[in-house]
T-cell receptor
């Protein structure tokens, strides 16, 4: 299994531009999570899906952030318009039947820099 | 709201030493606790998972203990090696299907 695949690995953009981050979860996993990691705040949950349905998006900072999961093998996180304070590493993770009883598998992350 | 704290934020030890990383959480009604390792520029890898009914889990040179009543967990690393250098994160879940809440991690450097 190739694991959780994220793209791009690095993204540098200018303030005001639209940014789209992509994630392919592990086949068969029914939960998908988007996290953001910064030095100041650590790892924060943004949103998570179960069977392609968003369950909790309370961690999404503001309306500039949106996430979709059109099918079981693909999810996107979009920021429009982007701002310098959005600079962080964004991780996608997946698991089967929740995180509680089973291990969570992370992608390698997308390093986002907004200038 | 569950909060997870890890102390120290950074630790440097000589090779061969045994060491302990600490994790504390504010809500003791947890479902389980997990320890993760993160290498620079990489994602997180799950190391150990302790269910709320368990007191400890072991994997090789790693041993994680859980004291739910006091809201604490420790990760013990025996005979540390330079390859153990990484950031170690603790995370708790309050139910089987709720997202993990992470600490900020302890950055470990093992010096050869």
């Amino acid at each position: 299994d190739a694991g959780v695949i994220q793209s791009p690995r690095h993204e540098v953009t200018e303030m005001g531009q639209e940014v789209t981050l992509r994630c392919k979860p592990i086949s068969g996993h029914d939960y998908l999570f988007w996290y953001r990691q910064t030095m100041m705040r650590g790892l924060e949950l943004l949103i998570y899906f179960n069977n392609n349905v968003p369950i909790d998006d309370s961690g999404m900072p503001e309306d500039r952030f949106s996430a979709k999961m059109p099918n079981a093998s693909f999810s996107t996180l979009k920021i429009q318009p982007s701002e310098p304070r959005d600079s962080a590493v964004y991780f996608c993770a997946s698991s089967s039947s929740g995180q509680g009883g089973v291990k969570l598998f992370f992608g390698s992350g997308t390093q986002l820099s907004v200038l | 709201k569950q909060e997870v704290t890890q102390i120290p934020a950074a630790l440097s030890v000589p090779e061969g030493e045994n060491l302990v990383l600490n994790c504390s959480f504010t809500d003791s009604a947890i479902y389980n606790l997990q320890w993760f390792r993160q290498d620079p520029g990489k994602g997180l890898t799950s190391l150990l998972l302790i269910q709320s009914s368990q007191r400890e889990q072991t994997s090789g040179r790693l041993n994680a203990s859980l004291d739910k009543s006091s809201g604490r967990s420790t990760l013990y690393i025996a005979a540390s090696q330079p390859g153990d250098s990484a950031t170690y994160l603790c995370a708790v879940s309050n139910s089987g299907n709720t997202p993990l809440v992470f600490g900020k991690g302890t950055r470990l450097s093992v010096i050869a």
